[in-house]
T-cell receptor
Framework: SQQGEEDPQALSIQEGENATMNCSYKTSINNLQWYRQNSGRGLVHLILIRSNEREKHSGRLRVTLDTSKKSSSLLITASRAADTASYFCATDGGTDKLIFGTGTRLQVFP | EAQVTQNPRYLITVTGKKLTVTCSQNMNHEYMSWYRQDPGLGLRQIYYSMNVEVTDKGDVPEGYKVSRKEKRNFPLILESPSPNQTSLYFC??????????????FGSGTRLTVV
């Protein structure tokens, strides 16, 4: 069963706009991670936020975590065409592995 | 360069013909895992390994085998492939099962077609 569910499933924006993706999960976690996948390629780790953190930044990425609502959001500011990809959240959920959501497909138009 | 190397990148095979997809990492990671990715189903874990000679089933292990004889290598074996194993496969490694230190490093993927 899926631990993380991303929303929306797909998102289209213009270059320069901000993109926000959300992730909801079901069980308590130690950390939540976001990954990017360019079409058909391997996933690339973007950022990790621990359960005792509320917000984290990395370049144009901002991640928030609300453990009371079991949700996280990924904000990409000033999007570029090169940001076009699928984005996945992943949680540990108390298991011996990361469980990935089904992803948000982001299309950034020049 | 720190990386996970998967081979082959693309593979077309016939039903029942045994095949092996290789995976090798150069980061001295203890944890390695195989996933398959299918449209609408996301990434599902097939098998994982905590360390040498320690492997365990993931969510969809049927029809697959793995081995971990060396720390760097974690091959995925399909003894008798069937068309429902047509998928995009990824190998991943990390320092810990939860990727708490730097996340998972993924290979570039193997697109397998079984006809």
């Amino acid at each position: 069963s899926q631990q993380g569910e991303e929303d929306p499933q797909a998102l289209s924006i213009q270059e320069g706009e901000n993109a926000t993706m959300n992730c909801s999960y079901k069980t308590s976690i130690n950390n939540l991670q976001w990954y990017r996948q360019n079409s058909g390629r391997g996933l690339v780790h973007l950022i990790l936020i621990r359960s005792n953190e509320r917000e984290k930044h990395s370049g144009r990425l901002r991640v928030t975590l609300d453990t009371s609502k079991k949700s996280s959001s990924l904000l990409i500011t000033a999007s570029r065409a090169a940001d076009t990809a699928s984005y996945f959240c992943a949680t540990d959920g108390g298991t011996d592995k990361l469980i990935f959501g089904t992803g948000t497909r982001l299309q950034v138009f020049p | 360069e720190a990386q996970v190397t998967q081979n082959p990148r693309y593979l077309i095979t016939v039903t029942g013909k045994k095949l092996t997809v290789t995976c090798s990492q150069n980061m001295n990671h203890e944890y390695m895992s195989w996933y398959r990715q299918d449209p609408g189903l996301g990434l599902r874990q097939i098998y994982y390994s905590m360390n040498v000679e320690v492997t365990d089933k993931g969510d969809v292990p049927e029809g697959y085998k793995v081995s971990r004889k060396e720390k760097r290598n974690f091959p995925l074996i399909l003894e008798s492939p069937s068309p429902n194993q047509t998928s995009l496969y990824f190998c991943a490694s990390s320092l810990s099962p939860w990727g708490a230190q730097g996340g998972y490093t993924f290979g570039s993927g193997t697109r397998l077609t079984v006809v």
